[in-house]
């Protein structure tokens, strides 16, 4: 992967927006953490804050690498007519210069623990 390509890293959640939605998933991140669907959601953020060490590394990313950070239905209609790709969620996107290709799978990162593991993951690919 040549890093001089890179024009930005597209984090995708596999949850809808919306403050209805957010307030669902908290409930079922605490209810029943073991079925909840999104682990980007999980690692990155608790039932209702942004996870302390997982901040604090995208906030130095940000000073080289350019991030974006959508819900499902975001991503959709931010990029349905300028990509025809169909993607499962969770997801982490690099965009080129001239096209978007998978930087984290779904499947690695449902495999991730914590925040921890996802930034090291990152690290080594950047």
Avoid at 26 to 38: D, F, M, N, R, V
Avoid at 58 to 81: G, I, N, P
């Amino acid at each position: 992967m040549k890093k001089d390509t890179l024009q930005k890293l597209i984090f995708i959640y596999n949850a809808d927006s919306g403050l209805r939605n957010l307030l669902l998933d908290g409930a079922h991140k605490i209810l029943s953490p073991s079925t909840y669907a999104c682990s980007l959601c999980d690692i990155t953020f608790g039932a209702f804050t942004e996870n302390a060490v997982w901040k604090k590394f995208r906030l130095q990313l940000a000073d080289t690498v350019q991030m974006e950070f959508l819900h499902k239905d975001e991503f959709t209609k931010a990029y349905r007519s300028k990509f025809g790709y169909k993607f499962t969620f969770p997801i982490v996107l690099m965009e080129t210069t001239t096209d978007l290709e998978i930087f984290v799978q779904t499947e690695e990162l449902n495999q991730l623990e914590d925040a921890t593991a996802l930034i090291a993951l990152l690290k080594a690919r950047l």
